[in-house]
């Protein structure tokens, strides 16, 4: 009887200079650093193997560039969630930790869970995702400095958080008009964000950074698109025991978007505030009923992008 051989999956471990590559199944390991001639390196070793998946772990934005030459390598380069490899790694028994394991674990994440492999976003989707994230790191600076400004007396260094603050405030209008405007000029995104921002307790900020950040909304059914947010819950149980549901991993920056919308929508979104005041007479803590809100208001977005139909109040 002839076997089937093994699919080849690798797993790269990302770092500012170099990249660490395991290779299954036939657990070959090497490195190459990470500039051009790495990669062409990489492409070369990679290549002849025809490798069913190559992943690489979210790191900030070093795998970008590793990522982009794969793909237009026509290789099959994905990017895996580090929360879910370390909890994989943990589950594993895998105590020691090198950029040479990391890879391996990564290969092998990647071997058993089998991650869905997704398109890179195109360049104009890449460019709006990193005008929001620049956006959010703003409001996090100007938030830094107004709370040390609550601290200080000296006025010297008053005057000096004031200056900085009106410069970030510039920084911040600039930015969020170079949102606006490439979400306006593009006809798709404009559809988009007139059909999210239908439905109450959503606007600009969250529908853009959806657009950006999450392009797969529309595609998926709404378990993925939970699960790719962060917002799928997970329960800890054993035997007669059962733990606390939770959720995690997925992209926090649209977790927090979201979970920003349902602040609003609890309040005013007819249908939405509904159903967090059923949770909350059916005994559910406010804070797991407002988790469940961005849940079903993504859920509601999601049916929304794929119907191309305009959210209508139920209860109305």
Partial sequence: MSSIAEPTIVGIDVSKDRLDVAILPTNEAFWVPRDAAGLDELLARLKPLSPQAIALEATGGYETVVVV???????????????????????????AK?????AAVIARYTAVLKPQLRPLPDEATQRLA??????????????????????LREP????????????????????????RDDVQGNPAWRAKEELMTSVTGVGPVI?????????????????KIAALAGLAPWT??????????????GRSSIRTALYMGAVSASRYNPDLKAFRDRLIAAG?????ALIAVARKLLT?????????????????
């Fill in 156 to 179: 010297r260094l008053l005057r000096s958080i004031a200056r900085l603050l009106e410069a970030l405030q510039r920084e911040l209008s600039e930015i969020e008009t170079e949102i």
């Fill in 207 to 223: 529908s853009r950074s959806l657009i950006g950040e999450m392009p797969e909304l529309g595609t998926l059914d709404r378990r």
């Fill in 130 to 151: 990193d005008l929001v994230a620049r956006r959010r790191q703003i409001i996090a600076m100007m938030t830094a400095e107004r709370q040390r400004r609550q601290r």
């Fill in 236 to 249: 800890r149980q054993s035997g007669k025991w059962k733990g606390r549901s939770f959720i995690g991993g």
């Fill in 98 to 102: 090198t950029d040479r394991i990391d």
């Fill in 69 to 95: 030459t794969l793909s237009a390598a026509g290789l099959p380069a994905l990017i895996v969630d580090p929360a879910r490899v370390r909890r994989f790694a943990q589950a594993s028994g895998q105590r």
């Fill in 284 to 288: 559910k803590p406010k804070m797991v």
């Fill in 300 to 316: 509601i977005l999601n049916a929304i992008l794929r119907d191309n139909t305009p959210w209508h109040a139920k209860s109305a």
